[in-house]
């Protein structure tokens, strides 16, 4: 699994590069809006009943305040509305790039 080498804030965005020499860039307002948190996607209860997620799902002028390495599995950025509870695992931030490419 590649694992970031390095990242930045560079303006409005959240640049990582990775082990394997891939470059990713995201938007901050992108990333505020794909937190895997279940504040904002909702979790399941035993019953299989959804709750939460029911949130805003843009975030206009959102930034990234701060960000963490969460043991060699993820980040957890901290935004600038007070968000900062989502585990953006690795291996989640690469499927959000690859989603983001355009199709060739």
């Known amino acids: 699994m590649p694992t970031p080498t390095n990242i930045q804030l560079i303006g409005l965005e959240v640049a990582i590069a990775w082990s394997d020499g891939a470059e990713?860039?995201?938007?901050?307002?992108?990333?505020?809006?794909?937190?895997?948190?279940a504040e904002n996607i909702g979790e399941r209860d035993i019953l299989g009943q959804l709750h939460g997620g029911?949130?805003?799902?843009?975030?206009?002028?959102?930034?990234?305040?701060h960000w963490e390495q969460v043991g060699n599995y993820a980040l957890r950025f901290t935004f600038s509305d007070g968000h900062g509870s989502g585990l953006y695992?690795?291996?989640?931030l690469r499927e959000l790039a690859a989603k983001e490419r355009p199709a060739p």
């Open 24 to 37: 990713t860039f995201f938007s901050m307002e992108r990333l505020r809006a794909a937190s895997p948190s």
């Open 54 to 65: 029911d949130g805003p799902k843009t975030f206009p002028g959102v930034t990234v305040r």
């Open 89 to 92: 695992s690795y291996d989640y």
